[in-house]
């Protein structure tokens, strides 16, 4: 097993930075995005980026707010499955094509962000912008660090954005 390389929570900078993580992330979950969204789409990244922890994280999350289990298991392969709306669908596209700009020349397609504006108004543009943005973040600094998955409990950094 790797060891986590540094604990951010207890550095005085890292935990004021995670303050102001959690404080964007509580707007977040305050806007008309569906949590349920805001979850897939926190995970499909996260699963891209190969960030453990934000993986762990985001699936129990899901869970505990009523996602299922199939949902969950199909998110990686989200084109190939039934389960997912078109709103859904839309909202992962922009998740990979956000995540993986340096493996597209174009970045965010046109189709998608088509897709993306026929489903979403703008505050829940606004907010599907800025979680993309925000899980990146996240999943570069655990990767960095090497947080490792496995131990998280649904609402266990809930009280960091107070």
């Keep these: 097993m790797v060891e986590t390389r540094f604990n951010l929570m207890a550095n005085e900078v890292g ?15 305050s806007t008309a995005l569906p949590q349920s969204t805001q979850e897939l789409v926190s995970l499909r990244a996260s699963q ?10 985001h699936t ?11 949902r969950l298991n199909l998110v990686a392969v989200w084109r190939e499955a039934t389960v997912f709306t078109e709103a859904e669908r839309a909202a992962l596209a922009l998740a990979e094509e956000g995540t993986r700009l340096a493996d597209a020349h174009e970045g965010v397609s046109d189709e998608t962000w088509a897709q993306v504006r ?45």
């Design 118 to 162: 026929k489903h979403y108004d703008d505050d829940q543009t606004a907010a599907l912008i800025t979680l993309v943005a925000m899980i990146n973040a996240a999943n570069r600094m655990n990767v960095i660090v090497r947080n490792q998955g496995g131990s998280y409990q649904p609402g266990m950094f809930s009280a960091a954005a107070h």
């Design 15 to 29: 935990a004021k930075l995670a303050k102001r993580f959690a404080g964007v992330a509580a707007v977040l979950q």
């Design 60 to 70: 129990k999350e899901a869970a505990a707010a009523g996602e299922t289990a199939t």
């Design 48 to 57: 891209i980026n190969g960030c453990a922890l934000c993986v762990d994280m």
